[in-house]
């Protein structure tokens, strides 16, 4: 069964930090970038962040780039994101999610990319 296991969500104050772990298991992650999407409030799932777990590569959104770093260890088939300076419109659902990746650049993360889906996780930003 795949299972993408989401967690570290919680209330942090604007300009604090938060660490979101993504616990990936049933599936050969190796062939599949891994990163994170974000449901504001009232608005549609924005793709985040995403990591290759075959070489390593990164993408950034623009909305996240320089405050957002995504890792991985591929020991515990675990991804995990560092969001730090944490705005209010940080605020949302965030999910984790695998799509199929054979390693070099991340052209796209969008919504219709992931094959696989985690629960969200949810992190407020209070201003």
């Known amino acids: 069964e795949v299972q993408l296991q989401a967690s570290g969500g919680g209330l942090v104050q604007a300009g604090g930090s938060l660490r979101l772990s993504c616990a990936a298991s049933?599936?050969?992650?190796?062939?599949?970038?891994i990163g994170w999407f974000r449901r504001a409030p009232g608005k549609g799932r924005e793709g985040l962040s995403a990591?290759?777990?075959?070489?390593?590569?990164?993408y950034y959104s623009n909305s996240v780039k320089g405050r957002f770093t995504i890792s991985t260890d591929n020991a515990k088939n675990t991804v995990y994101v560092q969001m730090r300076d944490l705005k209010a419109e940080d605020t949302g659902v965030y999910y984790c999610?695998?799509?199929?990746?054979?390693?070099?650049?991340?052209?796209?993360?969008?919504?219709?990319?992931?094959?696989?889906w985690g629960q969200g996780t949810q992190v407020t930003v209070s201003s």
């Open positions: 999610a695998a799509a199929p990746h054979w390693g070099g650049r991340i052209i796209l993360w969008e919504e219709g990319v992931p094959h696989y």
């Open positions: 990591i290759s777990i075959s070489d390593g590569r990164t």
């Open positions: 049933g599936f050969d992650s190796n062939y599949y970038a």
